[in-house]
């Protein structure tokens, strides 16, 4: 199976600052990479994703980076605002067999964006 | 709009009672999952439906079970609940088309078992 490890676990910001957010995973045939946001009380909602053929992706204030040879991949949040403050999780997408695709999620990081 | 709703936002049980959590995908999407989620682990995959009557064990099944009978309700049973079960469960659903990957999450249930 897959092993998604995910750093680091807290992270505080000054609001306008940049936050990084780095996650590893051990399946080499793994190609597809989310990332997730969740707020206080609720399920966590995709905010952006990337395929394995692809090495950087960009959404407004939002960019993934992935690295296959060295098995990371990156959350980068530019001018963070204090609603970015959620946990955010990665994961990684593997067959499992039979083309049935499991995620496998990292331990989430709890973002702080101190106003 | 994707929707996923779960049948409740929170859950008091007593230890050895019977849990039914439901769970319900209006997108006609063929894969649904239940998730746990615990302080410092993460979510964790219990089981999972590729189609109707049809289910799978994820990474921690021991203690649940789970039924499929119509392709938009997957249900998580807690066979006999106990206080290690106590945690907050997530429903989530995909298409089949492996290349539309996405899952997408209900609001979650939270269970407090005593």
């Known amino acids: 199976g897959e092993n998604v490890e995910q750093h680091p676990s807290t992270l505080s910001v000054q609001e306008g600052d940049s936050a990084v957010i780095k996650c590893t995973y051990s399946?080499?045939?793994?190609?597809?990479f989310p990332w997730y946001k969740q707020e206080l009380g609720k399920g966590p909602q995709l905010i952006i994703d990337?395929?394995?053929?692809?090495g950087e992706k960009k959404d407004q204030r939002i960019a993934v980076t992935l690295n296959k040879t060295a098995k990371h991949f990156s959350l980068h949040i530019t001018e963070t605002q204090p609603e970015d403050s959620a946990v955010y999780f990665c994961?990684?997408?593997?067959?499992?067999?039979?083309?049935?695709?499991?995620?496998?999620f990292g331990k989430g990081t709890l973002l702080t964006v101190n106003p | 709009d994707v929707k996923v709703t779960q049948s409740s936002r929170y859950l008091v049980k007593r230890t050895g009672e019977k849990v039914f959590l439901e769970c319900v995908q209006d997108?006609?999407?063929?894969?649904m999952f239940w998730y746990r989620q615990d302080p410092g682990l993460g979510l964790r995959l219990i089981y999972f439906s590729y189609d109707v009557k049809m289910k799978e064990k994820g990474d921690i099944p021991e203690g649940y079970s789970v039924s499929r009978e119509k392709k938009e309700r997957f249900s998580l049973i807690l066979e006999s609940a106990s206080t290690n079960q106590t945690s907050m469960y997530l429903c989530?659903?995909?298409?089949?088309?492996?290349?539309?990957?996405?899952?997408?999450f209900g609001p979650g249930t939270r269970l407090l078992v005593l």
């Open positions: 989530a659903s995909s298409p089949f088309d492996s290349l539309q990957e996405t899952q997408y």
């Open positions: 990337i395929r394995s053929n692809v």
């Open positions: 997108m006609d999407h063929e894969n």
């Open positions: 399946d080499s045939a793994s190609n597809y």
């Open positions: 994961a990684a997408m593997w067959d499992s067999g039979g083309s049935n695709y499991k995620l496998t």
